[in-house]
């Protein structure tokens, strides 16, 4: 594993001071993140898990891709780690976007082939994740920028949307129903 030394503003609840925070971890970008979430319990968020690709365009002379993906929802962009020299592998990485903007539908994710000074795009799909939640299944990555490999890749993927208030009110229903135990 790498270690990443992460400077990060996390503004504090409800008084929106702004904190310098540092920390030295050996966590990938993703996992930092989702640790680190906003410190509001309420904001509803979109779960992406990217389980596996298969399928994958070979980039390399020699040898298969060394493929990743990135995630874009908004302004919020996340990325899985990279594998190397694969045509196809098994992720399992699951990343959270906060609900910032009811306005953003669209999820993108990017395929990429990690090479020494540069990546190389390899695809793109783009969901709409507003009116086709809670999804799983696969989905194909596109290069329109590759007449003769216009397919990059397949993608499995889930995506759940999370509401902690709506849990919270239905929860509160119910013990109104029910009354006290």
Known sequence: RYYHYYCRKIYSHPWKEIINTALFSNYTDSAWYQLNMDNDSNTPYYTVKVQEAKD???????GYCDPYFVMRY?????RTTTKQ???????????????????IENLEIYAYDQEAN?????????????TSVPFEGWV?????Q???HPKGASLKISIT???????KK????????????
């Open 74 to 78: 908004g302004s919020q962009e996340q």
């Open 146 to 148: 590759d007449a003769d």
């Open 161 to 167: 949307y999370n509401d902690p208030t709506s849990a």
């Open 56 to 62: 994958i365009v070979k980039m390399d002379m020699i």
């Open 85 to 103: 020299n694969a045509n196809s592998g098994v992720w399992n990485e699951t990343f959270r976007f906060p609900v910032v903007d009811d306005a």
């Open 118 to 130: 540069k990546s190389g795009f390899f695809g793109r799909c783009m969901l709409n994740i507003a």
């Open 140 to 144: 194909e990555m596109w290069n329109p």
């Open 170 to 181: 239905s929860e509160n229903c119910l013990s109104c129903l029910f009354g006290p135990r």
